[in-house]
């Protein structure tokens, strides 16, 4: 059976259903509004309710992560500074959640209010989600393994998962050794072309040899 670990928390994974339905929900009410299409604001809504359901438990495992997660003096400021973002953003997309629930079900149009407000709030969304990225991409919090980069970090300065993967099976060579390999069967063979003996050949030559001296002494 897989055993699925989750590193560092729950928190990661839910924060991408939180700006994704979020955004959209945002996109699709400045749509509808102006477009005046119903259909619009329906999934409009629809976004926002789940977006908002899901962010409660991304609030949770933020929570979980702020206080579990190794961390640095560098790493805690910026974590506070996203989790000082977060809530509010989170609180003001709870009550526009509500707003909607009150106010817009079964609406075919929507106030231009609340429009700007939710416009407003993925503003916030979006500078919450610069800050997390941030804490992991900047500071590396709840990162198991940094990379050891050679020369200048691109595809060619280090080896691929399938070239590493066959030579640790002996199924496959690094091109350098093949290249290596071949660069000396070449070599021989030219040492042969040109006339100079190798060591392989001798015994042949002995052995021939000797059966000639051998016909002169019968």
């Not at 990661?12 to 749509?31: E, K, N, Q, R």
């Not at 509004?33 to 259909?39: A, P, Q, V, W």
């Not at 979980?64 to 996203?82: F, K, P």
């Amino acid at each position: 059976m897989m055993n699925i670990e989750i590193i560092p928390n729950y928190h990661p994974i839910l924060v991408h259903f939180t700006i994704g339905l979020l955004s959209i929900s945002a996109l699709l009410y400045f749509l509808g509004s102006i477009l005046k299409k119903e259909n619009l604001l329906i999934v409009a809504r629809w976004n926002l309710w789940v977006g908002t359901v899901i962010t409660v438990g991304t609030v949770i495992a933020g929570f979980d992560a702020y206080n579990s997660v190794a961390h640095d003096a560098a790493s805690h400021a910026a974590m506070t500074d996203h989790k000082n973002w977060a809530l509010p953003t989170a609180g003001i997309f709870s009550l526009l959640a509500l707003w909607a629930l009150w106010k817009q079900r079964g609406a075919k149009t929507v106030s231009t209010v609340f429009v700007v407000m939710i416009v407003l709030a993925s503003g916030l969304l979006a500078v919450t989600g610069y800050k997390g990225g941030e804490v992991v991409y900047r500071h590396g919090t709840g990162v198991m393994r940094m990379p050891e980069i050679h020369g200048d970090g691109g595809h060619g300065s280090h080896s691929h998962g399938e070239e590493a993967s066959a030579n640790h099976h002996g199924t496959a060579a690094p091109a350098a050794q093949r290249d290596s390999h071949e660069g000396n069967d070449h070599g021989e063979e030219m040492e042969d072309h040109h006339g100079v003996t190798t060591p392989e050949k001798e015994p042949e030559q002995q052995e021939s040899q000797g059966h000639d001296h051998g016909g002169h002494e019968y």
